[in-house]
C-alpha cells in the first residue's frame, strides 16, 4: 500500500499547482539573433563536421566541437536574412509586423538538429531568464527555414511535426520526405528526389549507357535516391556494375576500398548520388590516384557547384553531366552579402571567424590573435575577395531560401488579414496556409506547393566545360519538366556536350555490345540481364530489331534469309512444263502418244491381214485408245496443282489404266480360252465372244469407275501447300484428300495386273506359232515391277520429285505394255510380211520368238 499511497498523494499535490515546464540539459545559443514581432527560425551547418571524441560514459558528454568553416551556407543565412529585411522594410507584406529570426549551427549533426529544434519550440537557450515556464506557451517561432541537408530534416519534422511548425527546407530532396505521415508539417522549395532520380535513370538511357558504377552518400538521401534511381534503371534496362555508399566521416580504408572497385570496374561512367560535403571527399581521395577517364553522371547536390570545381585539380570531372535547379537571379542580394560587416550582426561570433578566415587576420577580442601579424579591423571589403561565400553560382539555393521566407510571410500576410495594418490579436497558425498560398516573386517566379509540399518538378542538365583558365562552365545543355507528357519530359541539344576528358563522342558504358539483327540475346550464367551473348537465330526466324531477345518465325509462306533479319516469300515449287525435267517428261509423254498413234495406223492399214484379226483387232485398238490416254493423262500431272487438275489427274490415270489392263486382261483370257476350246468336247469359247469381252472390259473399268466417283464425292484430292517437305520452299501438290481412295484405286490397277499376269503366264508355252502370252506375261512383269518399286520411290520423294516418279511410272508401264504387246507384230507387219499368213500363224513348227 505505501508505493500506492505515495502516487495518490503526488497526484494530489500535482493538481494544486500550475503545470510548468523545466529545461533539460545544456542550453542552446543561436549563431545569429534578431527579435521581431514574429520570429523566424533557422537551422543551418556553418560547419560541415565535428571533432570526433571516443566518450567513455563515465561522464556528461560535451557539446560536439565542430570544424570546418561551411562558407556556403553562410551564404544561406544571408539569403534569409536579406528576405526578412526587405519584407520588414515592405509596405505590402506585412504592413506594421516586423520579422525576428533566430539561426542555429547543427555542423551537419542529426542529434545536434533535433536539439536546435527543440530549442527554437520551446526557447531553451541562454536568453531563458524563468527557471520555470507554462507548458502551454505558443511556440518561440512560426516556422523554421532549413536544414540543408535530408537526413537532420528527417529528425527535425519528427519533432517539430506535432507541434503544426512549418519547416521549409531549401535543399533537402529525399522522397521519403514527401510522406505526409511522418512529417506532415514538412515543405520545401526544391524538388524532390522522387523526380530527379528517374530523371538521371532516363538521361543514362538517353545516351545508351547500360553498364554504370553507382557511388551514394550513406545518408537518406543518396541511400532512398539510389534506390529510385536503382529501380527505374532496372525498368529501362540499365544494370549498376556496382552500387557503393560511404559518409565523410568514415575511415580512409572504406574509401579506399571504393577507389579499388572503381579501377577494377568496365562500366565508364559513374552515377553519384552524393552530398556536397562527401563529393568533396571523395574528389580528394580521387585525385590522388589520378582516376581520370570516367564519365560522371550528378546530381543537383554538386553539379553546378564552383568550389567542387575548384578542387578538381585532376580533371576527374571533366565533361560530367547532371541535374540542376534552374537558374535564378534575387536582385541586390549581391551588394546586401558584399555589405555584410561582421561587427553590424548580433550574435556574430561565426561571422567573425568566417571574417577572420576570408582576409587572414585576427580580431583584437580573438583568443587567438596573439602572433597574428594583421588585425581585422570589420571593415574590409569583400568585392575582391573569392571563395565560395562571394561565388554565386548557388544562386537557384539562394533563391530557393529566399522563396521559402517569402512563402512564410505571404503565409502570416493571411492569417492576420493584413491589408494597410495587420491584426495582431488574431492566433498564428502559419501551417494550414502556407501549403494553400500561391504568390510571384518580384523577379516573377511562381511559387506554390502540392498536397505533398514539394514544388513543381524542374531541372536544367548542365554540363562540365572546362576553360582555357582552368575556370569550369557549367553550361546547360538541356531541360527535364516532370510535368510533361512521357517521353518530352526530356529535351537535350547533344550536339554542344563536352565529355570525359574534353572529348566530344559520347562515350560507350555497355557490358555487352548491341545484338544486331538477325540475332538474340542469350543472357550469361550469374551477371546482370546487360551481360549477354548475340545467338544467330534459326532457320526460319528473325529478328529485325536491335537487341532483341527472342527470335520470330516467319509466316509459314516466308523462310528467313541469310542475315536472319527478314522474311522473304518462299519459292513455291512444282513440277513445271518450262524446267529440264517436266520437258522431257512431257516429251516422252507426246512421243509415246505418237507412237501409239502410228501403231494404231499400222494396225489399221493392216486390218484385214491374219496377225491382225488374229489378237481380235477390236480388243486391240481399244488396248491402243486406252494406251493412248494413259499416255496423255500424264500430262495432267505437270503443271500448277488446282482444284480440277487434282481430281482430273488421279481419276484419269485410275480409269485409264483400268481400260487398258482390263484390254490385255480380255486378250490374255481369250488367247487362253482359245486353246482350251480346241479340245474334244470344250464349248467354252461361246462365254469368250467379242460380246462377252466387251462386257467385262466394261464389267471392269465400271468398277474402278465408281470407286473414283466414290472418292470424288466424299474427300476428292485438293491442291495443297505442303510447308514441311523442304524448309525453304513451298511445294504445290495435290493432296490425296482421302488416302483410302487413292490407295484403292492403286489397288484395283494391280489386282488386275496380278490377275492378267497369271493367266498370260499360264498360257505363255501354248503351242501357237505366234503366242502373243508371252509377250503379254513380259508386259505385265514389267508393269507390276514398275508399280512396286513406284510406292517406295513415290514415299521417300521430296516435292516435285514424287510427281515425277509418278509420271515415270505411268510412262514406264505404258511403253512396257506398249513396246511387249504391239511392237512385235508391227515387225511382222512392215519387215516380214511373209510371215503375216495364216498358215504360218497356225502353223504347228518351230514358234517363232519375236
Known sequence: WKPLMTVLLVATFSQAEEPVCRHRGDPESPQLFKSGDIM???????????????????????????TSLNFRDFQFAQAMLFAIEEINNSTALLPGISLGYKIYDICGSIARSVGVALALANSNDVSSALPKEPCTKPAQVQAIIGETSSSPCMAIATVIGPLQIPLISHFATCACLSDKTKYPSFLRTIPSDYYQSRALAQLVKHFGWTWVGAIRSNNDYGNNGMATFTETAQQLGICLEYSVS???????????????????????????????????????????????????????????????????????????????????????????????RPLNLSGNEIFTKFWEKSFNCKFKQSKSS??????????????????????????????????????????????????????????????????????????????????????????????????????????????????LPAGKQLILQDNSLIWAQNSHHVPVSVCSEKCPPGTR??????????????????????????????????????????????????????????????????????????????????????????????????????????????????????????????????????????????????KTMVVLMAFRSTLPGSNVMKWFGPAQQRLSVLGFTLIQVIICVLWLTISPPFPFKNFTKLKDKII????????????????????????????????????????????????????????????????SSPGKFSVAVEIFAILASSFGLLICIFVPKCYVILLKPEKNTKKNIMGKGAQTSL
Open 40 to 66: 523566424l527560425g533557422g537551422i543551418l551547418s556553418f560547419h560541415s563536421s565535428w571533432r570526433d571524441r571516443q566518450e567513455t560514459y563515465m561522464n556528461k558528454p560535451k557539446p560536439l566541437q565542430c
Open 246 to 340: 560511404f559518409f565523410r566521416t568514415d575511415p580512409a580504408e572504406k574509401i579506399q576500398t571504393i577507389i579499388d572497385i572503381i579501377k577494377a570496374s568496365t562500366s565508364k561512367v559513374i552515377v553519384a548520388f552524393l552530398s556536397l560535403m562527401d563529393m568533396d571527399v571523395l574528389i580528394h581521395e580521387l585525385s590522388q590516384h589520378n582516376l581520370t577517364g570516367r564519365q560522371w553522371v550528378g546530381t543537383e547536390a554538386w553539379i553546378f557547384d564552383s568550389q567542387t570545381a575548384a578542387m578538381d585539380k585532376q580533371r576527374i570531372l571533366d565533361g560530367a553531366i547532371g541535374l540542376s535547379i534552374p537558374k535564378a537571379h534575387v536582385t541586390g542580394f549581391k551588394e546586401f552579402m558584399l555589405d555584410v
Open 370 to 483: 596573439a602572433g597574428v601579424d594583421r588585425e581585422c579591423t570589420g571593415h574590409e571589403d569583400l568585392t575582391g575577395v573569392e571563395n565560395s561565400f562571394t561565388d554565386m553560382s548557388l544562386m537557384p539555393i539562394i533563391n530557393n531560401v529566399y522563396k521559402g521566407v517569402y512563402a512564410v510571410a505571404h503565409a502570416l500576410h493571411k492569417i492576420l488579414d493584413c491589408k494597410e495594418t495587420c491584426n495582431k490579436i488574431l492566433k498564428l497558425d502559419p501551417f494550414m496556409h502556407i501549403s494553400n498560398i500561391r504568390f510571384k516573386t518580384k523577379e516573377g517566379d511562381e511559387v506554390y506547393f502540392n498536397e505533398n509540399g514539394d514544388p513543381p518538378a524542374k531541372y536544367e542538365i548542365v554540363n562540365w566545360k572546362r576553360r582555357e583558365n582552368d575556370n569550369v562552365d557549367f553550361v546547360t545543355v538541356g531541360l527535364y519538366d516532370a510535368s
Open 521 to 666: 540475346k542469350v543472357l550469361q550464367k550469374g551477371k546482370p540481364v546487360c551481360c549477354y551473348d548475340c545467338v544467330q537465330c534459326a532457320e526460319g526466324e528473325i529478328s529485325n530489331s536491335i537487341d532483341s531477345f527472342t527470335c520470330v518465325r516467319c509466316h509459314p509462306e516466308f523462310w528467313s534469309n541469310e542475315r536472319r533479319d527478314a522474311c522473304i516469300k518462299k519459292e513455291a515449287v512444282f513440277l513445271s512444263y518450262e524446267e529440264i525435267m517436266g520437258a522431257l517428261l512431257t516429251a516422252a509423254s507426246l512421243f509415246g502418244t505418237c507412237m501409239t498413234a502410228a501403231v494404231a495406223f499400222i494396225f489399221f492399214r493392216y486390218r484385214k491381214t491374219p496377225i491382225v484379226r488374229a489378237n481380235n483387232s477390236e480388243l486391240s485398238f481399244l488396248l491402243l485408245f486406252s494406251l493412248t490416254l494413259c499416255f496423255l493423262c500424264s500430262l495432267t500431272f505437270i503443271g500448277r496443282p488446282s482444284e480440277w487438275s487434282c481430281m482430273l489427274r488421279h481419276t484419269a490415270f485410275g480409269i485409264t489404266f483400268v481400260l487398258c489392263i482390263s484390254c490385255v486382261l480380255g
Open 732 to 795: 504445290l501438290e495435290c493432296a490425296l484428300g482421302s488416302p483410302v481412295g487413292f490407295w484403292a484405286v492403286l489397288g484395283y490397277i494391280g489386282l488386275l495386273a496380278i490377275l492378267c499376269f497369271i493367266f498370260a503366264f499360264l498360257a505363255r508355252k501354248l503351242p501357237d506359232n505366234f503366242n502373243e502370252a508371252k509377250f503379254i506375261t513380259f508386259s505385265m512383269l514389267i508393269f507390276c515391277a514398275v508399280w512396286i518399286t513406284f510406292i517406295p520411290a513415290y514415299v
